[in-house]
């Protein structure tokens, strides 16, 4: 069964960094596209970064040159890096994956595409 484990959230100052990682476990990180979704409250879910099979990534557009997507396949792992923090990134982050090798530009950053979740790991930004 696929369990996606989450974990480095925590609180930081405005400017600050953070890098979350989730660990998965039943299913290879380095076959399908995967993506970190976050949600504050009063909010709706959005996507956040993506990375396909093949490694083409995708960014919001408020987190571009901020944040970066990787995996580590020999950990069966992916990270975001996420340098620059503001106070309006604090959210609950969400890691996610698809039964997708590789999805397009315009589909990478819905949550429709993916088919499990990780629990959420809370990023909280001061200023």
């Known amino acids: 069964q696929v369990q996606l484990v989450e974990s480095g959230g925590g609180s930081v100052q405005a400017g600050g960094s953070l890098r979350l990682s989730c660990v998965a476990s039943g299913y290879t990180v380095s076959s399908y596209s995967m993506g970190w979704f976050r949600q504050a409250p009063g909010k709706e879910r959005e996507g956040v970064a993506a990375?396909?099979?093949?490694?083409?990534?995708s960014y919001k557009d408020s987190v571009m040159g901020r944040f970066t997507i990787s995996k580590d396949s020999a950990k069966n792992t992916l990270y975001l890096q996420m340098n620059s923090l503001k106070v309006e990134d604090t959210a609950m982050y969400y890691c996610?994956?698809?039964?997708?090798?590789?999805?397009?530009?315009?589909?990478?950053?819905?949550?429709?595409?993916?088919?499990?979740w990780g629990q959420g790991t809370q990023v909280t930004v001061s200023s």
């Open positions: 996610a994956a698809s039964g997708s090798w590789y999805l397009g530009r315009s589909r990478r950053l819905a949550d429709y595409e993916y088919t499990y």
């Open positions: 990375i396909t099979g093949d490694g083409s990534t």
